[in-house]
Nanobody, 123 residues
Framework: QVQLVESGGGLVQAGGSLRLSCAAS????????MGWFRQAPGKEREFVAG????????YYADSVKGRFTISRDNAKNTVYLQMDSLKPEDTAIYYC????????????????WGQGTQVTVSS
């Protein structure tokens, strides 16, 4: 199995940027497709972005396309989420997750989850 620890969350003004990191330990990191999800208060957890095992393929939710960028460094066992042009509606707890299956957007497809990091965007 793999353990995931997110970092990089915080408070930022609208229009600002944050970079989230997710460090993995355990089994070979490159064996997993990785994803970022978020959950706002009173809402269901939703897919944000995903990246294939090699990093060649990426997939984004329409709400973040063009503003967020997912990347990974398999040598460092880390996946990143660069968030630019942040909006108040991006406020949520952000989770990284690992999938033993191919890249996907369904929560059920991800077996391992981090504890989450809070992102708050003020207007």
């Amino acid at each position: 199995q793999v353990q995931l620890v997110e970092s990089g969350g915080g408070l930022v003004q609208a229009g600002g940027s944050l970079r989230l990191s997710c460090a993995a330990s355990g089994r070979t990191f490159s064996s997993y497709a990785m994803g970022w999800f978020r959950q706002a208060p009173g809402k269901e957890r939703e897919f944000v972005a995903g990246i294939s095992r090699s990093g060649v393929y990426t997939y984004y939710a329409d709400s973040v396309k063009g503003r967020f960028t997912i990347s990974r460094d398999n040598a460092k066992n880390t996946v990143y989420l660069q968030m630019d042009s942040l909006k108040p509606e991006d406020t949520a707890i952000y989770y990284c997750a690992a999938s033993e299956d191919s890249l996907g957007y369904r929560t059920a497809g991800y077996k391992y989850w981090g504890q989450g990091t809070q992102v708050t965007v003020s207007s």
